[in-house]
C-alpha cells in the first residue's frame, strides 16, 4: 500500500511542451506492466493544451476551481473520465485549480509510460527540435520541417517505435456530477457507497465511499490495483492518521486493508481494470 498528502511529497514543475505551469505532486504510482498507473495531484498557475488523445485512461477530481474543455465546463467536484485514444480539449485550466487525476492502463493492455519516462525523453528530444504550444518540431538529415504531439513523439522515444493508438472505446470524454447521484444505505458498519459509473468490458469503476464517525471499511479487496483519495474529514489505517487530500494506492487483493473514520469522512474511490488475460 502507498499513501501520501501533497505536503509529504516533493512537488515537481509539469511542463510537458504545453503552454504554461502546474505543480505536480505524485500521491501514489504502480509498478511497470498493463496495471502501472500514476495518482497525482496538480495546483495551476496556468494551463492550456491542444486538442490530443493519450494511448492511457485518465480518471480526474476538480478538487478547487475549474477546467474549460472545449467549451465544456468541469467545476469543483466534476468527475472527468477520458479513455484511451479519446481525443479531448482543447483545455484551458483556471490559475489556483487544484486537481487530482489518475492515468493509467486502459482496457487494451497497452498499459501506461510513465510521466518521469516522458520528462526524460522530453529532455534527450530537446536536443535536436523544440517543444512549443503542445507541439514538437524538428528538422530531418534532409531538411524537411516536421511537427508532432509532444505526448506521442516523447512516448515514442521511450518505446523506441512507432506509436499505434488501440481503437477508442468512446467518442468523447466522459463528466459526472457525483452530487447528482444518492448514496447506498448504510452498511451495518456505517459505510456508504455511491457507485458514479462502470466503464469497459474491463470493469473500470469511480465511486465514493462515506465512513460514519466510528465506521471501519475494507479496502484492496479488487482484482485490479485501487486508489482512494480523502476528500472530506479525515481517516486513519492503523496508527496512521491521513487527513484531507491523502491518496492510497492498493495493489490487486492486497486487502483487506482496514480504513477507519474518527470523524466522518468520505473518499473517492476507482478501481482500474481487470486483466484476466
Known sequence: MQSATLAEKESIQ????????VKLTYLARGKPGPNNYAAFITDTESWVTPRHKHTFDQMKICLRGGTNYAGIETPAGSVVYIGESVHYGP?????GTL?????FGGASGMGYVSGDERRAAMAELKKT??????VYTWVDKDGKRHNQDSFEVCVEHVLGRKLVYPKPRYNEMIVLNPDHYEWGKPDANGVSIKWLASFT???????????DAGATWNAGMHKAPE??????????RGDTAHPLHT????????????IHADEPAELWYLQMPVHDD
Do not use: C
Not at 486508489?227 to 486513519?236: D, E, N
Not at 491518496?247 to 482496514?258: S, V
Open 129 to 134: 527540435g523544440e517543444f512549443k504550444d503542445g
Open 99 to 103: 486537481q487530482f487525476t489518475v492515468q
Open 227 to 236: 486508489v482512494l483519495l480523502v476528500t472530506k474529514g479525515s481517516v486513519r
Open 201 to 211: 468490458e474491463r470493469g473500470t469503476r469511480v465511486g465514493m465511499v462515506r465512513l
Open 247 to 258: 491518496a492510497f494506492g492498493l495493489e490487486p487483493m492486497e486487502g483487506p486493508i482496514a
Open 14 to 21: 509539469a511542463s510537458g511542451g504545453r503552454v504554461g505551469n
Open 91 to 95: 483545455q484551458k485550466r483556471e490559475a
